[in-house]
């Protein structure tokens, strides 16, 4: 068949993006990174359009993974991307493929006047964000060394939650006291699972005067039975490190009293596109 003519008419590249991780961060079979490290950025399908507003798709992640391979293809696998950047990427998707300008609505902290705001995502991609995780915990002989989680791993988490939510949502319905506590008692092992699966994901190694250890069944052995006191070294240094490496909170200025404050944008697919 030849060439159709009408391919000069095809979608381009609107916008280019470097991803926060910067270049080189992902293997090939995870980002296929350009010459100059700028992923070109095209705007949404019809079919992605179709993507972003099915509500089992966004739940599950894999309409954002579909939409991401179509709109940025240097991306071959969005499932293993961390989290700041499918955040920075969602971004700039909608930024290629709608109005680079979004309203958001933010209630003032000293006045407690809800408003709405325009935010340019142009400026919130400009944003540097330094993705830094080289930096290691030693405790004693131990050298610990952290990761950012995938997206993968951020939606299974986000859906586990979702099912704990549901669970202690529901327990009021219980009207059987012995039940209930039943219930109660098998959240609050679920909630810990959860919190301990998220931290033993979060590291990437330990190392011993002898071995480097990577691999996830004796990181969690070494979590469940080393004291409570380095267990909670390791946590609070994990959620320190991943709160430097989050997308930086906008800058806000209360519209009724001045008041300036900060905000942290939280991404909400559903809404995002819509
Ligand atoms: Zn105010």
Redesign the pocket.
């Known amino acids: 068949m030849s060439e159709n003519p009408l391919k000069h008419y095809f979608r381009t590249p609107a916008i280019y993006m470097t991803l926060p991780s910067g270049v080189g961060f992902y293997p090939p079979t995870v980002v296929e990174y350009p010459e100059n490290g700028q992923l070109p950025v095209f705007p949404m399908t019809n079919t992605d359009e179709i993507h972003v507003r099915n509500p089992d798709g966004l739940f599950s992640g894999q309409s954002m993974v579909e939409v991401i391979k179509s709109c940025v293809p240097a991306i071959k696998n969005p499932w293993a991307i961390c989290n700041i950047d499918i955040e920075a990427i969602v971004v700039a998707i909608r930024a290629a493929s709608m109005d680079t300008d979004m309203e958001i609505v933010s209630t003032?902290?000293?006045?407690?006047?809800e408003s709405k705001y325009g935010i340019n995502l142009t400026n919130i991609l400009a944003e540097k964000v330094n993705i830094d995780y080289s930096k290691t915990l030693d405790i004693g002989e131990l050298s610990v060394k952290f990761r950012p989680l995938t997206y993968k791993e951020m939606n299974e988490n986000a859906i586990k939650q979702f099912a704990i939510q549901r669970a202690f949502a529901s327990m009021d319905t219980i009207a059987d006291e012995a039940q209930k506590q039943k219930v109660v008692s098998e959240t609050i092992e679920k909630i810990n699972e959860l919190t301990n699966r998220i931290l033993v994901s979060s590291i990437e190694s330990i190392k011993t005067p002898e071995a480097t250890v990577t691999d996830s069944t004796f990181i969690d052995e070494f979590m469940a039975n080393c004291d409570s006191k380095t267990n909670k070294t390791i946590k609070d240094y994990s959620i320190a490190l991943k709160e430097k490496n989050d997308t930086k909170p906008l800058k806000m200025k209360?519209?009724?009293?001045?008041?300036d404050y900060t905000q942290s944008l939280i991404l909400n697919y559903a809404d995002f596109f819509a």
């Open positions: 003032c902290p000293a006045c407690k006047e209360c519209v009724s009293c001045s008041h």
